[in-house]
Structure formats: structure tokens, C-alpha cells
T-cell receptor, first 110, second 115 residues
Framework: GEDVEQSLFLSVREGDSSVINCTYT??????LYWYKQEPGAGLQLLTYIFSNMDMKQDQRLTVLLNKKDKHLSLRIADTQTGDSAIYFC??????????FGGGTRVLVKP | SAVISQKPSRDICQRGTSLTIQCQVD?????MFWYRQQPGQSLTLIAT?????????ESGFVIDKFPISRPNLTFSTLTVSNMSPEDSSIYLC????????????FGQGTRLTVV
């Protein structure tokens, strides 16, 4: 089955850019997603990318997809303290099921 | 995007009892799912709630422990039966409309503590 991996932790200064990385194993994954989870909350869908795209930009968010290496990244420009949260990447493959990575905890320091 | 209401938002339950969690969506959706998020962990899919038929369970999850109902296209329930402390987790309802490409949306979750 699909396996999705992320680094555990990222610390960044307010105003800098954050880059969160994710790898997946199933080359037939059709969509890849980024979710944000704040303490005590559910998951908020941030953005997604279709597997035939290399890049998608949405305001401060930029998603890069290297399908050959099965590598996905999320860049947050001008990181703010409100961006402190856990970020999950997820891959959709056969059966429309989502497989989630372990989550990356992002800490934004003032 | 769909608006998902999940109840209760949190509960503390005695071991051996059962809790039913409700998920209500403001529009008809194709797919409804139930996930578990154990403390400090990622999300694990419990089952797909099928409208008008039995849920489809993932490996490691069984109907006797996690009975699921989905009587229509906007509502589902998950019951956590005969609870033990190991069932302490966040349980999340998720919905997806296959006619849209923007992915699955999640409710706020139910934080369950079993004592």
C-alpha cells in the first residue's frame, strides 16, 4: 500500500519562508494534498495538486511536485505566527482513499 | 466546500461503555469516511460509510467494535463500543464529493478520553 513520509519538525522565524517536504511511494497517486491542523481542531484543507502538474501557487502557498522522485513540498512565504500548526500531506491513490503522512510540526518564532 | 458538524466535540467515558459520534453535512456528498487520530499520531482510516449498506472497514478495524450507520447522503454515525483506554483518540468525520477535485473535508473531530 501507499506510504507517505514527512519530517517531524520545522522551526522558522517570522517573515521567513517555510518549506515542508513529503515523499510518497505509490506512483499512481492522482492527487496530493496539504492539510493544516491547529491545536484542538480538525484538519483544514490548504491546497492540492494534480499529479500531472509540477507547481501550484495559491497566495502565500506554493506546492511543488516532482513526480519522478515522488516528492512533494509546501512552501509558505512570509511565515506568520498563525502558521504554527501541524501540516499533513496526503496522497490519493486507488479506491479514492487518502493516505496521510505523520505530520510536520511547524513552530514560528517571533 | 461542505460544512461538517460533528457531535460531541469531546467526551470523557467510562471503560466498557459505548459512545456514538454524529456527523452531519450541509449538502449531499458522495463519500463519507471515519478516521482515528491517536495522541501525537497521524490519521488512520477506520472505514468508508456507505449509504444504504454496510460500511467498508480497513484492516484492523471491525464492525463489532466500530459500528457505522449512514442512512442518507448527509448523515453518518460512528459508535465506539466497549471502550478501553486505548480507544482514547480524536475521531474525525470526512466527506468528499467525487464530482469535485478539491479533496476531502474534515469535521472538527471528537476528542474521546476513556477512563
Amino acid at each position: 500500500g501507499e506510504d507517505v513520509e514527512q519530517s517531524l519538525f520545522l522551526s522558522v522565524r517570522e517573515g521567513d519562508s517555510s518549506v515542508i517536504n513529503c515523499t510518497y511511494t505509490d506512483s499512481s497517486s492522482t492527487y496530493l494534498y496539504w492539510y493544516k491542523q491547529e491545536p484542538g481542531a480538525g484538519l483544514q484543507l490548504l491546497t492540492y495538486i494534480f499529479s500531472n502538474m509540477d507547481m501550484k501557487q495559491d497566495q502565500r502557498l506554493t506546492v511543488l511536485l516532482n513526480k519522478k522522485d515522488k516528492h512533494l513540498s509546501l512552501r509558505i512565504a512570509d511565515t506568520q505566527t498563525g502558521d504554527s500548526a501541524i501540516y499533513f500531506c496526503a496522497a490519493k491513490a486507488a479506491g479514492n482513499k487518502l493516505t496521510f503522512g505523520g505530520g510536520t510540526r511547524v513552530l514560528v518564532k517571533p | 466546500s461542505a460544512v461538517i458538524s460533528q457531535k460531541p466535540s469531546r467526551d470523557i467515558c467510562q471503560r466498557g461503555t459505548s459512545l456514538t459520534i454524529q456527523c452531519q453535512v450541509d449538502s449531499q456528498v458522495t463519500m463519507m469516511f471515519w478516521y482515528r487520530q491517536q495522541p501525537g499520531q497521524s490519521l488512520t482510516l477506520i472505514a468508508t460509510a456507505n449509504q444504504g449498506s454496510e460500511a467498508t472497514y480497513e484492516s484492523g478495524f471491525v464492525i463489532d467494535k466500530f459500528p457505522i450507520s449512514r442512512p442518507n447522503l448527509t448523515f453518518s454515525t460512528l459508535t465506539v463500543s466497549n471502550m478501553s483506554p486505548e480507544d482514547s483518540s480524536i475521531y474525525l468525520c470526512s466527506v468528499e464529493d467525487l464530482s469535485a477535485v478539491d479533496g476531502a473535508f474534515f469535521g472538527q473531530g471528537t476528542r474521546l478520553t476513556v477512563v
